[in-house]
């Protein structure tokens, strides 16, 4: 979603002088279209994100409209305070954006895994979050959101080419996207990690097992009503997401669940477990995690079979 990101960028400057670029040393071989377009436009501040945000939250009060760019666990946590203190406190247009989400760093180490992002950033108020689950995607939710008021955290996966089916590139602020219909159950899934959602209910389809397939790229403002109406029509739903159980798309479900008094079981498929110090490729640390499309496809099947047993 980088270079989707990136052009995507591109066209809101040549549009309006106040889009800036910022970077914790990071987009090389990604950023240089930016950076020969507007170079008085672009600031590396180096391995020092707490500065950046500090940089960005000063521009912002000073008329731009900058973005802020990292590895998701250093644009969300190493700034953590910087962002609640500087653009939430003070309700300012800071884009923060967090690159690969899950395990999409997954040889560099625990250190570099995304989990627990979204959970702090859908914690602090007035925090547009936002996951897209394909490079068209990203493209559509920041063409809509870019020059909202307040600050937004969005979450790019590193994938810049594959295509989650059915979804052609749909957002909507506060709603969540229909890609598949079935009738046995609902999965509903959050950033790049749709793809192996995607995946899965096709393998379950195979199987004789019909899923609807829901995309929820809008995690705050959180698509409540098409929630509800999901999650009232299915006693079974799986949550997907490359990232921590807690604090999540699992918990949002979960919540919407209990606050509405709806009669469906959830099923959170995500991160349960501590950083161990293990590291790998992400298709691998995907499937330690129960988060390959095979993992899915079986655990959707034995929640299914539980419920029907």
């Known amino acids: 979603m980088r270079r989707s990101f990136v052009n995507t960028l591109i066209e809101l400057a040549e549009c ?3 889009v800036v670029l910022l970077t914790g040393d990071l987009g090389f071989m990604v950023f240089e279209p930016f950076i020969e377009r507007f170079p008085d436009r672009f600031f590396n501040l180096g391995v020092a994100e707490q500065n950046m945000v500090g940089v960005a939250t000063g521009l912002a009060d000073a008329g731009f409209v ?6 998701v666990t250093f644009a969300s946590l190493r700034a953590y305070e910087f ?19 899950g395990f999409e760093y997954g040889t560099a180490g625990p250190s570099h895994h995304g989990t627990e992002d979204v959970a702090v950033m859908r914690a602090l108020p007035g925090m547009t979050v936002i996951a897209p689950a394909d490079q068209a995607q990203a493209a559509t939710a920041l063409r809509a959101c870019w020059d909202m008021p307040g600050p937004i ?39 790049a990690i ?19 397939l829901v995309i929820a790229a809008s995690i705050s403002p959180a698509p409540v009503d098409d929630l509800v109406e999901v999650l009232s029509r299915f006693p079974t739903v799986v949550t997907v997401e490359a990232h921590s159980v807690v604090g999540g798309l699992g918990s949002l479900v979960s919540e919407v669940v209990a606050e509405r008094g709806l009669g469906c079981r959830v099923v959170r498929c995500g991160v349960r ?32 079979a539980g419920l029907r047993a």
């Open 66 to 71: 900058p973005f802020t760019y990292s590895i």
């Open 273 to 304: 477990t501590a950083g161990d110090g293990t590291g790998g490729g992400e298709a691998y640390l995907n499937h330690r995690h129960g988060l390959s499309s095979d993992a899915l496809a079986t655990t959707a099947r034995d929640a299914l």
């Open 194 to 212: 749709a793809a192996e959602a995607s995946a899965a209910a096709a393998t379950l389809s195979a199987r004789g097992i019909e899923a609807t």
């Open 153 to 191: 955290y969005l979450r790019l996966g590193k994938d810049d080419h594959t295509i989650v089916p059915g979804l052609d590139g749909r957002f909507r602020l506060g709603r969540a996207e229909v890609v598949r219909h079935g009738d046995d159950l609902a999965i509903i899934a959050m950033g």
């Open 83 to 101: 962002i609640r203190n500087g653009p939430v406190f003070h309700r300012l247009p800071v884009r923060i954006v967090g690159v690969g989400g």
């Open 16 to 18: 309006d002088p106040r």
